[in-house]
């Protein structure tokens, strides 16, 4: 899918970006990895080909943690820790964290991706109550 230019950032607006590619997919990442990375039951992240990232900020290159027995790494903010998007190793490809777009990706997720290693309150999180903002 065609993406046109995103705006994104983090948290605290140290990071400003744009981004530009092809869509190729939107997982959710259930790993070890992504839980303990995300504080959550799965990564959100959009994968794009042939992309590019403008970092429209004072800071160029936000802080990455590769980790040393695998290929997993993140990229992010060292103020207000948000998820930040990457550079891949391949083919000008980028993983970017779907939370930190500005807007809506237009495209809905791909897929579950590492759903045996899910956590084990995920399938009971589905029925929780939904509340619209903080209930009293």
Same mark, same amino acid.
């Given at each position: 899918?065609?993406?046109?230019?995103?705006? &994104?950032?983090?948290?605290? %607006?140290?990071? %400003?970006?744009?981004?530009?590619?092809?869509?190729?997919?939107?997982?959710?990442?259930?790993?070890?990895?992504?839980? *303990?990375?995300?504080?959550?039951?799965?990564?959100?992240?959009?994968?794009?080909? *042939?992309?590019?990232?403008?970092?429209?900020?004072?800071? *160029?290159?936000?802080?990455?943690?590769?980790?040393?027995?695998?290929?997993?790494?993140?990229?992010?903010?060292?103020?207000?820790?948000? =998820?930040?998007? *990457?550079?891949?190793?391949?083919?000008?490809?980028? %993983?970017?964290? =779907? &939370?930190?777009?500005?807007?809506?990706?237009?495209?809905?997720?791909?897929?579950?991706?590492?759903?045996?290693?899910?956590?084990?309150?995920?399938?009971?999180?589905?029925? =929780?109550?939904?509340?619209?903002?903080?209930?009293?």
């Amino acid at each position: 899918m065609k993406l046109d230019k995103v705006k &994104g950032s983090c948290l605290c %607006q140290k990071y %400003q970006f744009t981004i530009s590619g092809d869509f190729h997919c939107f997982m959710l990442c259930h790993c070890s990895r992504c839980q *303990k990375a995300s504080g959550s039951a799965h990564a959100s992240n959009l994968f794009l080909k *042939k992309a590019a990232i403008d970092w429209n900020s004072e800071a *160029k290159t936000p802080t990455t943690y590769e980790h040393p027995n695998c290929r997993f790494a993140r990229a992010f903010c060292e103020s207000c820790g948000s =998820a930040l998007p *990457k550079a891949m190793d391949h083919d000008s490809a980028i %993983q970017c964290p =779907a &939370g930190s777009l500005d807007g809506h990706p237009n495209i809905p997720p791909t897929g579950h991706i590492f759903y045996k290693s899910r956590a084990n309150w995920y399938d009971l999180m589905l029925q =929780a109550p939904i509340f619209d903002e903080l209930p009293k």
